[in-house]
Structures are given as C-alpha cells and as structure tokens.
C-alpha cells in the first residue's frame, strides 16, 4: 500500500509536465550542447568561412604577398613569435625546475613568478614604453649608473622590435613556467626516489629522469608560447602606435590596419586566411598532444589517461599543485629523506674515496642552493619591477616625472595623487563599461558551457569533433573574427552598445570554459549522475542540483579566468565602440583597455594618469588572483589556457 | 511487492556481446543473487534492470510491466553503488530525502520517513553529516536509508560490501540479509564474492561470458553444480580437477589420471567410459601418512596452515592438487603420503563441453 503512495505522485508529476520538458529530457544528448554549437557555429565558424569566400572571391588571396609592407610583416612576425617563444620557453623552464629545486617560498615564487600574466597586456604595452622610454627611463638611468649610454629603444628602427620581444616576454614567461611546473610537480615523488637511489643526481637526474618525462608537457608550453606570441596584438599595436611601427608591426597588426585604417577590407580577409592556416600548424600539434580522446574516456580507461596532457599522472599531484602551500613543506621533507637515503645507500656500499667525493658534493651543494635563490630573488624583482614603477610613476609630480636633464627618479620623494584623480575621472565610464560586460559575459559563459560540457563528458555528443573545435577557437588569434563580427554588429545594429561586447566576448571564453569543465566533469563519478537518475531526477535537474554544486572550484576557475579574458580583451572593444567617455554616463562599447592607448608618450604628458590607469585597472585581477590563487593556477594548467 | 522476469535478454556493447540470451525469474520478495567473475555480465544485466542501460534484445519485466523503454526515474527501483554513490555536496538527510523530494512528497511524510528509515539503520545521529565525514560503515547504512527510504519495488546491490573492511563485511552480511526478509522487498544482489553469495542469497544465478551457467539454491549450487565453471567457482579452495578416463563396466567404473599414476577404483555405475575431469573438493580428500589399500601416494609441495585446518597442495608426476587436512596433521616439505578420495563426493565432467556427466 505505501509503495502506491510513494510512487503515485512522481507518475502524476510526469503527465502534468508537459511535452516540452520531457522533450529535452529525451533528446538531452543534443539539446544540451545545443546553445553552445549555434553560438559557435554563428560567431566563429561563419567568420572564418566567410573570411575565405571574401578573399578567394575576390581574388586577394593571389595578390596577397605583392601588399605593400608585407616583406617586412612577416619578417618582423617570424622574430617577434620565434624570439618570444625561446626565450620564454628557456626562461619559463629554468624557473620552474629552480623553483621546484628549492626548499622554502615555492609558494611566495611561483605566486610573484605568476604576476605580469594578470595585467593587461595593453597595460604591460604601457608600462614598457615608459620603462623603455630614452630619456626620462628608468632602464637608460640604470644604464648611466653603471657608465653605459642606454639605446633610443623603442624609438629607434633597429631596437623596437627587440623591445617588444622583451616586453612580450615579461608578460607570457609566467604561462610557461606555470605548465611545466604543473608537470614537475606531477612527477611521482618515488621516480626521484627511486632514480636517487640508483646514484642519480643533479644534472644526470634531469637529463635522464626529468626532462624526458617532462617530454610532452614541454612540447604543449612550447605551443602554447608560440601561439599566444603570434596572435600578440594589444602590445604590438601600443608599440606601433609610439615607434616606428613599420620595424615591429606583425601580422595581426596589419590586418587591422588594412580592415579598420586603409580600408582594404579584402585584403583583410585575405590576411586573415593566412593568420588562420599558420595558426592551425602548432594547433593540430597541440590537438594531437592534448589526446581528447582520453580526457573525454572514449579510448582510456576510467578517464585518468587526460591528465597526461600536462604530464599530471593523477589526482594526488593536481591536488599537490592547487594547494602550493603544503605541496612545498612535503616535497622538501621527501627530498632530504630520499638524499639521506641515498647518501646512506652510498656510504654503505661505496669506497671511502668516494665518501668524501659525496661531502665535497655536498659543499658544493649548498653554494648552489644560494646561487638559486639568488637568482629566483632577482627574477622575483624584475617580475615585479614594472608594476612598481608604474605604481611610482602613477604618484610622481612633474619634476619627478620629468626630472631636468633626463633620467628617472626611483623613489619618488614628493608624493602628487592628481595623476589618480584625473585616472578615475576618465576611466569610470571605461570601468563601468567593462565591469557590466565582463560580468555579463561570465554568466553566459557558465549557462552556456556548463550543459555544454556535461553532454560532451557524459553523452560524448560529437564524439572528440566538438572538443576539437573548441580548442581550434580558442587557439585563433581574435583578429581573424574580428571584420566579419564587424559587419554583423553593425548590421545587428549594436555597434557601440555594450551588446557588441557581449555577444562576441563569448567566442573567448565558451570554447575555454567548456575544455576546462570537461577536464573536472571526468572527476565526478558517474555513479552520482547514476543514483540521481534512480532517486528520480532528470538530465536537466541532474546538472543543476548535483553536477553544478560539486563543480564549484571547476566554476571559481572558470569564472576567475573568462573575467580575466574580458577584462583584458583589447582589439573587439577597439572596433565595435565608439564613443570616448566625456563625462556622461557610458552606453558605448569602449572597455578599460582602451583608455590606456590613447596614451602617447612622445606627445602626451600626462604619464602619472595613465600610470594610474594601469595600476587601476590591473590591481582588482591581481588581488583576486593571489586570493584565488589555487583556482587560478588549478584552471590554467587544468586548460593550459589560452593566454 | 513484485516478479522480476528477464526473458532472453541480449546487450551488446558494439561488437561486444555483454549480455547473451539470458532468462532469469526473480520471485516476490526473493532474494537473488547474481555471481560471476569481473565480465560476466552481471552487473550489465543489474544496470538493464534499473535503466542505465538499454536492453538490445529480449524483455524485462517489473510486475507485469514490460519495464524496457521506462527511464529510471519511473521504474521504482532503488540501487545502493559499490562505491554508495552518496551526493557528497548534501548533508545525509538531505541525500536520504532527495527521491521524496524529488517525488513531491508533503514535508510532514518525508521527514517521518527519513526518521524512520534513518532509526532502523542507526544512522540518526550523523543526519546532519556530509558523506566525506562518516565512516565506511555509515556510508554504506546512509545509502542503503536512501534505497529504503521510498519502499521501491526492487532493491539493487552492486557489490556493496566490497568497499567495507573484511570484518565490516562478515556484520554486514548479517545485516543485509536481515533487512531484506523484514522489508520483504524482492531483492537482486551482484557479487563477485562466492562467500556473500552462498549466505545471503535464496537463489544464486552464476554467470559466466554473459550467460547463465546453473541458477539454483545455494546449497543446490554447491553439491549438484552442473558444470565445471560452477563447481570451480564455488568453494575455496576451489575443486581439484584431474584429467583421465573411466573404464569398466556396469559393475564398478575404474578412474585412471591422465598424467599421473593414481587408479580409482570403486566408482559408481552408470557413467559413460572415456575421457572424462574428476573432480574433487579439498574437503573430500582425504591423506594419512600410513597408506591404506587403494590409497594413491603424493609429495607434500606447499603447506599452508589456516590455525584451525591446513591446506596441503601435493604433488604426484607434475600433477598437482588441494586436500584440507587438520592442523596437527605433522608434515614436511616433500614428504610422501597416502591419498584417498571419498567414492561418494567424486564429480565427473565431460571434458568437451564441461558439463558434468550422470
């Protein structure tokens, strides 16, 4: 009788809910990816289709490399990737494997390490322009100090480009280090303890032990930095616009001027097309490494075989990443046992000349560690220096800024706060703006990636086709949409509405949100999905009540990273607005970033403002980022996110 | 209170064939169980049965109910998980109270059940617990409140012992089969675990490769098994199996191994002749260390006292064997003894088809 009563209900229930919801809950497997492959289909693949028809119609395709200026572009796009990409990558890898040598401060390391990824990359534009700036500083005085006469840098044809290489360097170095620190870190304690008791050590455990493991996570930061350093726009477009553009502009830059300043839209779509099939060459590598296929379990068993996309073998070492506190205080810990081990393991069956071959070693040892700290301690301080100088520059006066003679003041003896009132003046509507849109932005992101993923994770819609066009998306460089979405804003009649920003804002942060929750989805035992689905809850209840509360450090990732991409996209919010902020109220589609451009170091001396435009605009990430910072660390590595 | 009825029910899996036509009945109020190794199919057919998967061939019955197209929501069957599957994000009455919440249930009568289902488990002083706060124990008791808690039709077990430690388990046995003849739910329980099975169970279904290889009653199983799948699944250590062939005639059949030299002589009528496995059960074998007529000679090869009894693997030509001896049976290694089987707990097996012969 009571089983009646219990069951009576829920049948009841079913009638009454009608055609539509049961017609969701059936065809789950599609309705749920459904928002996600219209948007992407509209906003990303019509562009890049669209791009090719314009150009091969148009013929512009065939006369794409007698354009003027074209020489030169590609010159100056092979040095600045190449460059950056080396140097970042021989940079990002000596700092991790020093910061992960080291006993005390990973944390305090990593965390300062990580820093000039969180500004803006217009912002870092700025502040090297001012670092680099001949006569008023600070590397010139710098120079002077120790007898050098400092370069024209960036105002001068045959240095620009190499100080855009290091300025753009500064920024992405921190996206390297971080993957293969999660990489280290994710090699099993016992393999070093196991390679020490064999007799390895030092450079013979790296170069046999380390490095080969790292294999596949160095081959995915080298990808990574190439990719990000090819489609650089925001900074290459700042250094265009104060210096002699024609020696650094690249490929991206000039897309933009041939669409938006000399108006050769068919030129554009022409330049297009070729950014587009460079930039699928390391994509399809990075395809091939990041294995989809086993993060979404259709060819691994029980979803582990993923993690090796980043060379993270399981659970237990994600964990040691995400909780850097811990994680040190353990690893040094299992290092001095496993050297005291080996030096036991030595003692015991080598000579006695080798002993004190050992004691020398271990002399010789701790003058290294110093020499690590020591210079982990002056990567900290270039790490931080430009954010300190932008901050003193923000609160200098005129004579500190300005010193008569030239050279810069490094600490500021007068402190003058007009430059921050006339910041806050300007940038309100800026701020408004972008705060709107990002928030925005991130709550479509969730609504839109969350069942997205969910139906690729647990229904394998599309098998691995899906996923694949999400990791192409968001590997293409942003310029590539950029004149077909032009057309259609305008068309839609948003053109510098906070719309504009919002509907094509998601292009950026869909295709990473849903590769990152797919990444944790596999961590959620299906039997939970399973006992749900028997106590009584559909697909769509399923998502909302279980899957959604259990993804919440998933969610902080993924919100903390699509605010960021928001927050710091630069080029959509340069096409699709218009208005300058004057005072009134902002409607336009003009977000924080654009504010900084319109700073021009030759001609506009208002530098203590835009200093603390930068410092404005950068600080809410930055603080929210060291907070969340596991979150943060945890989403990038988890997606080796797009930058 | 109902039958459950698979009627030559298939799942294929692609190319892979899970399920092979298997029919079984699950009386009212039973309980069955479902014992086979890792693939066999058992759980597949457990999953066909609450909806998680999908039937490719054949018909399932809840009642009278042809159940294969009813999602799992609407079948009214409860499945406690090997791993419990508890919601990790919910306190445990919330977990306990979620298919009556979820079933629109007034507020009055939800919290009356979980109370009620939570006091019979003794789990009512950890309702306001997250799952990752209980012990082994308590988990397994929260999920099992949350299958009792909505008096579904069926009750589902996945290997749910399997996570408990090894004396949890043998309490937990008790429990279980307590539960189920007070509840009088008709009951069908997965398990690799011959032990859990053989104490448990009303009726036991041994699988194997996706098909029913004998269903019967515990004991049933254990003295009649119809082949030699069954009879070396059940009971650890496991049957002895020795190639050879009976000869003979009506009178008294004559064992003789294959590879070794031990004759048998003395064995009932009415086999066929030829080839054939015997089959002997460490228990029924019995050694001495004074031969008597009739008794086959074998070496002691490895000796593993259990405190109470030991096992002896002994070895004749290469051929080797299990016989249960008592523990103050004083061997050594390598040391001769006397062998002997009891005539009336010999098996015989076809050595074709394995199925066992008279």
Not at chain 1, 159 to 184: H, K, N, Q, R
Not at chain 1, 391 to 399: E, L, R
Not at chain 1, 466 to 490: D, K, T
Request: hydrophobic share 50%; net charge positive; proline share 5%.
């Amino acid at each position: 009788m009571k089983p009646e009563s219990l069951s009576d209900p829920a049948k009841k229930q079913k009638r009454g809910s009608g055609f539509n919801a049961s017609f969701f809950e059936k065809y789950a497997k599609w309705t749920l990816v459904l928002p996600m492959v219209a948007y992407l289909a509209a906003f990303t693949l019509y562009p890049m289709l669209s791009n090719l028809y314009q150009s091969v119609a148009k013929g512009t395709i065939i006369s794409f490399l007698s354009l003027p200026l074209m020489n030169q572009t590609l010159l100056n796009t092979a040095i600045f990737s190449i460059g950056t990409t080396s140097l970042e990558f021989l940079l990002g890898l000596l700092l991790a494997l020093l910061v992960d040598k080291v006993g005390q401060g990973q944390r305090v390391f990593s965390s300062v390490i990580t820093i000039p990824l969180l500004v803006s990359p217009v912002a870092v534009g700025l502040i090297w322009l001012l670092i680099f700036d001949p006569q008023f500083g600070p590397l010139n005085a710098f120079l002077a100090l120790l007898g050098i006469r400092g370069p024209f840098w960036v105002a001068q044809p045959n240095t620009i480009m190499f100080s855009a290489i290091v300025a753009s360097t500064w920024e992405e170095t921190p996206l390297v280090f971080l993957i293969i620190y999660a990489g280290l870190k994710g090699i099993p304690r016992q393999v070093y303890e196991a390679a020490s008791i064999d007799g390895l050590g030092g450079l013979s455990m790296l170069r046999r032990i380390v490095l080969p493991m790292l294999k596949p996570t160095l081959a995915v930061a080298i990808l990574m930095a190439l990719m990000t350093s090819f489609r650089s726009f925001d900074l290459v477009y700042m250094f265009s616009i104060n210096g002699p553009f024609y020696y650094v502009q690249t490929l991206p830059y000039l897309l933009y001027q041939m669409a938006f300043v000399n108006n050769f839209q068919s030129y554009a779509s022409a330049i297009s097309v070729v950014i587009m099939v460079i930039a699928l060459v390391p994509t399809f590598v990075l395809l091939k490494l990041m294995k989809v296929n086993e993060r979404l379990g259709l060819q691994s068993s029980g979803g582990e075989g993923w993690r090796k996309i980043l060379g993270l073998p399981g659970t237990a070492a994600r964990r040691a990443l995400t909780r850097l506190p811990l994680a040190p205080a353990v690893s040094s810990l299992m290092e001095r046992r496993c050297q005291a081990s080996s030096e036991r393991a030595v003692a015991r069956t080598e000579t006695p000349r080798l002993r004190i071959r050992q004691k020398g070693s271990m002399r010789r040892r701790r003058s290294w560690k110093w020499a690590v700290y020591a210079f982990l301690i002056i990567a900290s301080v270039i790490a931080l220096f430009p954010v300190y100088w932008s901050f003193v520059t923000s609160i200098k006066d005129f004579n500190e800024l300005f010193p008569p003679g030239g050279g810069a003041v490094f600490f500021p003896l007068k402190i003058d706060l007009s430059g921050w009132v006339t910041a806050f003046q300007d940038l309100s509507g800026y701020l408004v703006t972008s705060i709107v849109v990002s928030a925005a932005v991130v709550i479509l992101t969730i609504l839109i990636a969350m069942p997205a993923a969910y139906g690729i994770s647990r229904f394998k819609t599309g098998g691995t086709k899906l996923v694949s066009w999400n990791i192409i998306i968001n590997s293409m460089p942003s310029v590539v949409f950029i004149l077909p979405l032009f057309y259609y804003v305008r068309t839609a009649g948003i053109y510098d509405t906070w719309w504009a920003l919002i509907s094509t804002y998601l292009i950026f942060t869909v295709p990473f949100a849903v590769w990152l929750l797919i990444g944790y989805m596999e961590d959620i035992p299906k039997q939970i999905d399973e006992a749900a689905k028997m106590d009584g809850l559909g697909v769509y209840s399923i998502v909302r009540r279980m899957v959604f509360p259990l993804m919440k450090p998933a969610l902080v990732s993924t919100v903390l990273l699509s605010l960021m991409l928001c927050w710091h996209e630069f080029l959509f919010t340069l096409i699709l607005g218009l208005t300058e902020f004057s005072g009134h109220v902002p409607i336009g589609a003009r977000g924080v970033t654009v504010y900084l451009t319109m700073f021009q170091s030759v001609t506009n001396i208002s530098w203590a403002a835009f200093s603390a435009g930068a410092v404005i605009i950068s600080l809410p990430l930055i603080l929210l980022a060291v907070v969340l910072q596991r979150y943060f660390v945890g989403g990038l590595t988890m997606g080796a996110a797009k930058g | 209170m109902v039958s459950v009825r698979f009627v030559d029910v298939v799942k294929r899996f692609g190319a892979v064939t899970a399920v092979d036509h298997v029919s079984i009945d699950v009386r009212d109020g039973e309980f069955l169980s479902l014992l086979g190794p890792s693939g066999s199919g058992k759980t597949t057919i457990l999953r066909m049965l609450a909806g998680l998967e999908t039937v490719t061939e054949g018909e399932i019955y809840v009642g009278d109910e042809m159940v294969n197209d009813i999602p799992p929501k609407d079948r009214d069957i409860a499945m406690v998980f090997q791993n419990y599957a508890l919601y990790p994000h919910m306190t445990v009455r919330d977990n306990i109270s979620l298919p009556l919440k979820v079933r629109k249930l007034p507020e009055q009568q939800i919290r009356e059940s979980v109370k009620k289902a939570s006091d019979y488990l003794q789990i009512g002083h950890v309702l306001d617990k997250k799952p990752g706060q209980l012990s082994g124990g308590e988990q397994q008791r929260a999920a099992l409140a949350r299958a009792i808690v909505r008096e579904p039709k069926v009750f589902l077990f996945d290997e749910p012992l399997s996570n408990l430690d090894a004396k949890l388990r043998v309490s937990a046995r008790g429990f279980l089969k307590r539960l189920q003849k007070e509840m009088g739910t008709t009951t069908i329980y997965v398990t690799h675990d011959q032990s859990e099975a053989m104490t448990m169970a009303d009726t036991i279904v041994v699988m194997d490769k996706g098909r029913v290889q004998q269903s019967a009653t515990p004991s049933a199983l254990f003295n009649d098994p119809a082949n030699m799948f069954v009879a070396g699944f059940l009971g650890s250590p496991s049957m002895n199996f020795i190639e050879g062939s009976l000869k003979g005639d009506k009178g008294a059949m004559e064992f003789l191994a294959e590879k070794a030299p031990i004759r048998l002589s003395g064995v009932r009528a009415g086999l066929p002749a030829g080839g054939v496995v015997l089959g002997v059960r460490p228990e029924d074998l019995r050694v001495s260390l004074d031969p008597k007529d009739g008794d086959f000679e074998a070496a002691i090869y490895v000796q593993e006292p259990l405190g109470s009894v030991q096992y002896l693997t002994l070895e004749v030509n290469g051929v080797r064997f299990i016989a249960q001896a008592k523990a103050n049976f004083d061997v050594e290694l390598n040391q001769k003894v006397g062998c002997s089987i009891d005539r009336k707990r010999m098996y015989f097996f076809d050595p074709k088809s394995s199925k066992r012969l008279g």
